[in-house]
């Protein structure tokens, strides 16, 4: 092996760019050439790529975003973009592949890789947490970070006029996001895809807070109720309760990553080259107690990561 890439896919997430250095450094005390594609799958379709070096990789550990830019790319879910992309790799004579994003990026990633025979190896990066295989994904935690920032601000005013809040949080169709948020910042309700919305208890819990009224309540986007919005006007119809509502949106998404998820992106990034130098292909590289674990692509998106029962249990408790 000579030559590896390495690029970014999805939702961007804090962390991708200590993961990109981590690549670029073990590749190169390795003795490989590391390129970064530029924009995920299409840059690669593209052939946009620059070749990273410690010096293009100095000082990014603490920036959010991904110096490699990133993209959802259609053309790539189709066979013609993977084969234009397996053409750039060859021509370009690279050896293995890094993706670093969420299930979609596994998803082309396998296919190129079966398809054109390319060494491909996945890691999770994306702020959702949602990734079978791992613990963690790269993002998460600084977004529950900046999400719990938030509410608290939320909290001062919520707390002060006596008001109901419904904050909304990403996730996509988990609840992992919602449910940390809700525990950290002292919600009276978490309302995630994962378990059924009540609105009667929520009721209850609203009037248990007395005459103040104040109470937080946290809604995953995914939730079978819908979103804050759908949940505010739900409780206004069945109990006329007036509620603010905040949509925390790609706030979440940005910022300077926090250091469990500067450490994560940097040891997974390791561990991505090491398993490239060894010959592996076609899993990701995931983290479960502090030890590296490999995962075939095609558990990531086939197999469900649950929601843990003992955080479901402890928000229960706890509101
Ligand atoms: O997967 C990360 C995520 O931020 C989800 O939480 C959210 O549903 C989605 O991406 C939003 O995607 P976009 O930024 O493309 O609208």
């Known amino acids: 092996?000579?030559?590896?890439?390495v690029l970014t896919s999805g939702g961007d997430a804090p962390g991708m760019n200590a993961h990109i250095r981590a690549v670029t450094r073990s590749g190169l005390s390795r003795g490989l050439d590391v390129w970064g594609v530029i924009g995920g799958f299409s840059g690669l379709i593209e052939g946009t790529m620059i070749q990273l070096d410690r010096k293009s990789t100095a000082n990014i550990i603490a920036s959010g975003g991904t110096i490699l830019k990133t993209s959802r790319s259609k053309e790539f879910m189709m066979p013609g973009g993977r084969a234009a992309a397996a053409q750039v790799l060859k021509e370009k004579r690279i050896d293995g592949l890094i993706c670093c994003g969420g299930d979609g990026t596994f998803h082309g990633a396998h296919f190129l890789g079966l398809e054109h025979g390319i060494?491909?190896?996945g890691t999770p990066g994306t702020i959702d947490n949602d990734i079978y295989g791992t613990q963690y994904?790269?993002?998460?935690?600084?977004?529950?970070?900046?999400a719990v920032e938030a509410i608290d601000r939320i909290r001062d005013t919520a707390d002060s006029h006596g008001r109901v809040f419904i904050i909304e949080v990403m996730g996509r169709h988990a609840g992992f996001i919602a449910?940390?948020?809700?525990?950290?910042?002292?919600?009276e309700y978490v309302a995630v895809p994962e378990t059924v919305t009540n609105l009667d208890i929520l009721y209850?819990?609203?009037l248990k807070q007395g005459r103040?009224?104040?109470t937080i309540v946290i809604v995953g986007e995914g939730d079978e109720l819908g979103g804050a919005y759908q949940i505010g006007a739900a409780m206004k119809d069945k109990y006329d309760i007036d509620a603010k509502v905040a949509v925390l949106g790609h706030i979440q998404r940005g910022g300077s990553p926090t250091v469990r998820d500067r450490v994560l992106g940097s040891h997974l990034g390791v561990a991505a080259v090491d398993a490239l130098i060894d010959g592996?292909?076609?899993?990701m590289v995931g983290r479960v107690h502090g030890e590296i674990e490999y995962t075939p692509l095609e558990d990531t998106w086939s197999k469900q990561k649950p929601l843990e029962n003992y955080m479901i249990e402890l928000s229960d408790l706890l509101t």
């Open 137 to 146: 994904t790269i993002g998460y935690d600084t977004a529950l970070n900046t």
């Open 280 to 283: 592996i292909t076609d899993v």
């Open 119 to 121: 060494q491909v190896v």
């Open 1 to 5: 092996m000579k030559s590896i890439a």
């Open 212 to 214: 103040q009224r104040r």
């Open 204 to 206: 209850q819990r609203i």
């Open 179 to 187: 449910m940390e948020v809700g525990i950290a910042s002292g919600a």
